[in-house]
């Protein structure tokens, strides 16, 4: 029996849109305030995109721990999800922000 079920895939571009850096949080609850700064990963502007047949592994260059955060959303939207959604890493000290834009399709 063949089965004619085609799935759309995407690739997914992923864009630093900011950098925040939220010091009264860190100099009231970090161990020695005075060595944070804000992210040095990314710089506002950076964009990855996700490779079309494996959305889930991380792109190089990319921050691990800010891939952890988005990899479901990452895959959701390369397998067919929305559009377009804004998210960020869950350091609460220096969250970055990151647009997630799926880029046009290919039938597979």
Request: aromatic share 12%; glycine share 6%.
């Amino acid at each position: 029996m063949k089965n004619d079920l085609s799935i759309k895939k995407h690739r997914v571009k992923i864009t630093v849109l900011k950098k925040t850096f939220n010091e009264e949080f860190i100099e009231q609850y970090a161990a020695n305030p005075d060595i944070w700064s804000e992210c040095t990963h990314f710089q506002v502007g950076d964009q990855f995109l996700t490779d079309l047949e494996h959305p889930s592994n991380m792109p190089e260059g990319f921050c691990g721990w800010a891939w952890a955060d988005m990899q479901k959303l990452v895959y959701g939207m390369a397998r067919g999800g929305q559009d377009c959604f804004l998210t960020c890493c869950t350091d609460g000290y220096r969250p970055v922000i990151f647009a997630l834009e799926k880029q046009p399709s290919s039938r597979v």
